[in-house]
């Protein structure tokens, strides 16, 4: 579980990303941050893996404060995905994905043989291991940098607008791909984006920031779509779209929400 305690940051030269955060991630599920630009997503994320360091609160990984880890074991220890893959462009494929593991003295042979069994899980051919990052589509090289952030089976994954730079059709087909290894592995996932649809789409609870890190609303996707908590979220959310206009029916003394296509999307808690 990840635990954010009242965290703050305001960066050198006194911006304010964020201001008293606090929020629990369990362990094995999806949760997502959305908001517009600069409400403090990024920095959220970084909290945690310790690119960035709060300047008030904590944060805490199964109980322990991140600020007493090692900064180099914690963060080869955390999977993080950054938009624009982060690959190194002299580097193959394979290489990459074997980064951390060889850092973690896994010999070089048997990494390059777990990556290249990475990159099938991600839904890539064998034989783009000995291409260079130029040598693939925006797309490919996202899904090579989900493999890279898989290699070293850490529990923790953030992924940081991972599919902000691809089209919208390769964009839904990323999204499937990772709500199927996440189906398969269980990671704990802090998925970073301003894409509604992307939010309600992957996780298991969403989180909607208004600016400096504050939280408007959180729930699952159905509690949010089925009741916005105020108009900042309504808009948001875009909750006035047809196919997100949802009506709740109550299913065996449950009350299921259901999308403006008749699809149920979730049960609502009661
Ligand atoms: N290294 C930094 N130094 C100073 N200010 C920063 C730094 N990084 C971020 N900020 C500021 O902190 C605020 C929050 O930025 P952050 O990148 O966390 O937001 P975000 O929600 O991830 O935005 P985006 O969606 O545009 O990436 C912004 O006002 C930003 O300008």
Do not use: C, W
Not at 85 to 112: E, K, Q, S, W, Y
Not at 139 to 157: C, E, K, S, T, Y
Not at 235 to 244: C, K, L, N
């Amino acid at each position: 579980m990840i635990e954010f305690e009242s965290v703050s940051k305001t960066y050198p030269g006194g911006t304010v990303a964020v201001r008293e955060f606090s929020l629990q991630v369990p362990s094995h599920r999806t949760v997502v941050l959305v908001g517009s630009s600069g409400s403090g997503k990024s920095t959220l994320l970084q909290m945690v893996n310790r690119m960035a360091e709060p300047t008030g609160g904590r944060v805490l990984i199964d109980g322990d404060d991140v600020a007493g880890r090692d900064a180099v074991a914690l963060r080869r220890s955390i999977g993080y995905v950054l938009q624009h893959g982060g690959l190194l462009p002299h580097r193959t494929v394979l290489d990459n994905i074997a980064t951390v593991p060889v850092l973690n003295r896994t010999p070089r042979r048997r990494a390059r043989i777990q990556a290249a069994e990475l990159l099938e899980r991600v839904g890539l051919d064998e034989s783009l291991g000995t291409r260079y990052p130029s040598q693939l589509s925006g797309g490919q090289q996202q899904r090579v940098g989900v493999a890279r952030a898989l290699a070293a089976d850490p529990n923790i994954l953030l992924m940081d607008e991972p599919f902000g730079a691809v089209d919208p059709i390769v964009r839904r087909e990323l999204q499937a791909e990772l709500a199927r290894i996440q189906a398969d592995l269980g990671k704990t996932i802090v998925f970073v984006t301003h894409d509604v649809d992307e939010a309600l789409r992957l996780g298991d609870e969403v989180v909607v920031l208004r600016r400096h890190g504050v939280i408007a609303q959180r729930g699952t996707p159905a509690q949010i779509l089925a009741a916005p908590a105020d108009d900042f979220v309504r808009d948001f959310i875009g909750a006035d779209r047809d196919e997100r206009r949802l009506t709740v029916e109550r299913i065996d003394g449950r009350d299921i929400a259901v999308d403006g296509t008749g699809r149920p999307i979730g049960v609502l808690d009661s």
